[in-house]
């Protein structure tokens, strides 16, 4: 199956000036569904994780999602505790 270099391309909003962007790893070239995510997470009523309050909820719904997010990428188990080796 041929890579869509132009679709993902599209996904970068800072290369529609047609220049190439060398930032380091924590750069600012994000593709366009991640800030848009980072923005809804950043207006959202949201407050420290908990069951309690809808701000509550929604902290605890973001955690959620990001977890088993980076368990799909990583093929890990998104309920799995992590310690820091010794």
């Known amino acids: 199956m041929p890579y869509d270099v132009e679709a993902v391309r599209s996904h970068f909003p800072a290369l529609k000036a047609g220049y190439a962007h060398f930032d380091g790893p924590g ?3 994000v593709p366009d569904v991640v800030a848009d995510a980072v923005a809804r997470t950043l207006v959202a009523p949201i ?3 908990g069951r309690v ?3 509550e909820r929604t902290a605890d719904v973001v955690v959620v999602a990001a977890r088993e ?3 799909d990428l990583l093929a890990a188990d998104p309920g ?3 310690s820091a080796a010794a």
């Open 53 to 55: 309050t809808a701000a």
């Open 27 to 29: 750069g600012s070239q």
């Open 47 to 49: 407050a420290n994780r």
């Open 69 to 71: 997010a980076m368990a």
């Open 80 to 82: 799995a505790s992590c």
